[in-house]
């Protein structure tokens, strides 16, 4: 078949998957046993408040040093590891410092919280920029993932925003703020502004298997470009996890370095098409490769690329189980809220699979620092 032949099939499959004219079988739904899933409801919170404590402690364990922390006087409080352990309590409980520093007083025994000393809001405030407690969340955050680092192979990235306020959701405002990035004027250029203070823009990747997150990074605005995220990612989890056999997202990743960077770790690029782009591989044979299995097998790609769907679930997901605000204002904070809102998601989701899958919860401390991805600014 000519080349021009090949792209006019191409537009034609293309145009009849984005009409939704082609025939495409779903897959069937997977089967819920609802007393597995009854039985994870009723032993999530505690689970989630065990699971912070002995993944902190753990951590701690892989550092090999003594962490201990200090008040605004210079006193000395809670430890490091008790501090990065409230910060996880508190994200997933969902309240101010203050309410938290009560309520978590009811609770730290369970959260292997043995000191009487009781902070101040402002202690637990500043422990968000203490590169210590930090360390410690980025160590668990990686620790979350080993239960399932050898059996996870497929996985899908997408962005989101976290908001900054009670009163916007990323998912009802989107359309207005990317329409907003392409308008010149000093009115529009001051209400961009405004909408950019509103949103935390957080590029996810997860496993589509057991939808556990895998790597992310922070985005400077909710106008930026998701797609050169990719490869650092993609290289995070190919550190963490034993083989990446598929790695589906959506148009906003489709460039021939991403697809390029998925075949160098023996992966397959599911990157959805537009319809301006080229079938010539210009250096990169994933590239045309992707694109004529797209045409020659479109029942079998898109099947791969629809795994894309549970990062929605995930993003989705994560918002209606913490559905509060980003409440840090400074940059480093903010980092550190959004991450341990993702541990917390990873080890509520571990306990879901305990129950529901039967995977087993076991952990050991890294014997690595691998490089935290939240303040990538490509």
């Not at 430890?79 to 994200?91: G, H, R, T």
């Not at 963490?240 to 023996?266: K, M």
Request: hydrophobic share 40%.
């Amino acid at each position: 078949m000519g080349r021009q032949a090949l792209l006019e099939e191409f537009k034609i499959v293309l145009g009849s998957v984005k009409a939704r004219i082609f025939p495409y079988v779903r897959r069937k739904p997977e089967r819920i046993c609802w007393r597995d899933y009854d039985a994870a409801q009723r032993n999530e919170y505690p689970d989630v408040i065990d699971l912070i404590a002995r993944l902190i402690d753990i951590a701690s364990e892989g550092i090999g040093h003594e962490l201990v922390g200090f008040d605004a006087t210079g006193k000395i409080c809670l430890s490091k590891p008790d501090l990065a352990k409230l910060i996880l309590a508190q994200q997933y409980d969902g309240r101010c410092n203050r309410i938290s520093l009560g309520y978590m007083g009811l609770i730290k025994q369970h959260l292997h919280i043995h000191d009487s000393f009781a902070p101040s809001y402002k202690t637990l405030e500043r422990a968000y920029s203490d590169p210590d407690v930090m360390m410690l969340l980025n160590d668990a955050f990686f620790i979350t993932q080993q239960p399932v680092s050898n059996m996870e192979h497929n996985f899908s990235v997408d962005g989101t925003c976290f908001g900054t306020t009670i009163k916007v959701n990323w998912e009802s405002s989107r359309d207005e703020i990317l329409r907003l990035n392409n308008r010149i004027g000093d009115d529009d250029g001051k209400k961009k502004e405004r909408t950019k203070k509103m949103f935390a823009k957080t590029i996810l990747a997860a496993g589509t298997t057991f939808k556990i997150i895998s790597s992310f990074a922070i985005a400077k605005s909710p106008f930026g470009n998701e797609s050169p995220y990719l490869k650092p990612l993609l290289n995070q989890i190919a550190e963490l996890y034993a083989q990446v056999a598929v790695l589906s997202a959506d148009a906003a990743f489709l460039s021939r370095e991403n697809c390029n960077a998925i075949n160098e770790i023996n992966a397959i690029p599911r990157i959805f098409p537009k319809d301006s782009i080229s079938l010539r591989a210009k250096g990169s044979s994933a590239w045309r490769k992707m694109l004529m299995e797209f045409v020659s097998d479109t029942q079998r790609w898109l099947e791969f690329y629809h795994h894309r769907s549970i990062m929605e679930t995930i993003n989705s997901t994560i918002k209606r189980t913490q559905p509060y605000p980003i409440r840090k204002r400074l940059v480093v904070r903010k980092a550190t809220e959004i991450l341990a809102r993702i541990c917390v998601y990873n080890m509520r989701q571990l306990v879901y699979l305990k129950y529901t899958k039967g995977i087993e919860l076991r952990f050991k401390p890294i014997s690595q620092q691998l490089s935290l991805l939240n303040y990538i600014t490509p």
